[in-house]
């Protein structure tokens, strides 16, 4: 008698504070115990003391660190704009009426459930074995050449992303195809809106509320890159494809900068939380307009 009168049944309640508790001891502590670190000189061992914003000035200061931003910087932008086209056009092939429609979403969609890591392992193998193989039976030196170890591994890392990436972005603008009203797309064909002309007036617009998730998670994904460079070249030839991420675990767990590392992990937080609100804030205009 007593359960009915609470709104919410208590098990919801008892459900929300167990991830609550676990969430903040796992994820917030541990946050909070590294901007603390951020201002001493800990190794990760031992005793440690106070040095002020020291870190945060070899952060901004050190040619590597500032090398690794821009790679990150470079690759998050390269890789969203490519891979938000590349899906986009896949969610209106596959929304469209097609054959085999729902085989071909199952296909597009195992990448994303095998995970990035597992996916850079298996094109670490493609790119260093089997396509030097082809290249040496064709004869073809462009292919001999594992592209993992040249200057052109940033695009192989890119492709690799776009590969397994897709098609969660896929995903979403499906959804937003067919939260679309068909008749807004008769009253369209009567004002002569048809094929590409549909697209750019009609079928973009109303997938605003989609471009805008997409746009969002994509930039934070990629920042945060870390995975598949790990997988693929290590940060390597040299540092020429070390990301922010893989600086941080290479550096502060292999090469005793631990509070550098960890301010510099602050660093890249406050760089994605203020790109982040700022893609929120002009996305979400863009969809007022639309609306």
Sequence with gaps: MKAKHWKVNPVYYIGVGIMAILFFTFHTV???????????????????????????????????????????????????????????????????????????????????????????FVFNFIFGNLIPELGRAVKSDALSTNILGSSHAFWAIVFVTIWAGCAFDTLIYMAGLQAIDKEIYEAAALDGAIGWKRFIRVTFPLLAPSFTINMVLSVKSYLMVYDQIMAMTGGGPGKSTTSIAVMIYKQGLGHGQFAVQ???????????????????RVLEKREEKVG
């Design 262 to 280: 960890t301010a510099n992990a602050v660093v890249l937080f406050i760089v994605v939380v203020v790109i982040s609100v700022f893609q929120l």
């Design 30 to 120: 541990p946050f909070l115990k590294g901007v603390f670190y951020s201002f001493t000189d800990w190794k990760g061992f031992g005793d440690w003391n106070f040095v002020g914003l020291k870190n945060y000035g070899v952060v901004f200061s050190n040619k590597d660190i500032l090398s690794a931003y821009f790679f990150t910087f470079k690759f998050a932008l390269v890789s969203t704009i490519l891979v938000n086209i590349v899906s986009l056009f896949l969610a209106c092939g596959l929304s469209a009426n097609v054959r085999f429609k729902s085989f071909l979403r199952g296909v597009y969609f195992l990448p994303y459930m095998l995970g990035m890591l597992i996916v850079g």
